[in-house]
């Protein structure tokens, strides 16, 4: 079993910075990967970024160039660097955890943290 813990959401202007932060416990050979999905109003979950065990980062389409992914394996924490941010990244943001075999596909989630983007 892995459980998440997620900080650092909050409100933040168009054009702005915010960083997440998401700690796993349990034992590391339980998940592959790290990384978040968000979901906003009205929408389907999506693929925001995950980071492989092996260091293989994946981006979302809508937020290559302007969040970055990056994992500290020794402390099992993953941190998502925003920047840029819009009105359209408004949603909230789930840490996720793969199963040992899976790289993008999520296995454990997060209990969500709320992002805005506002003026």
């Known amino acids: 079993q892995v459980r998440l813990e997620e900080s650092g959401g909050g409100l933040v202007q168009p054009g702005g910075s915010l960083r997440l932060s998401c700690t796993a416990s349990?034992?590391?050979?339980?998940?592959?990967?790290l990384g978040w999905y968000r979901q906003a109003p009205g929408k389907e979950r999506e693929l925001v970024a995950v980071v492989t065990e092996g260091g293989a980062k994946h981006y979302g389409d809508s937020v290559k160039g302007r969040f970055t992914i990056s994992r500290d394996g020794a402390q099992h924490i993953v941190h998502l660097q925003m920047n840029n941010m819009q009105p359209e990244d408004t949603a909230v943001y789930y840490c996720?955890?793969?199963?040992?075999?899976?790289?993008?596909?999520?296995?454990?989630w997060g209990h969500g943290t709320q992002v805005t983007v506002s003026s």
């Open positions: 996720i955890a793969t199963r040992p075999w899976a790289h993008t596909m999520p296995g454990y």
């Open positions: 349990g034992s590391s050979y339980s998940y592959n990967s």
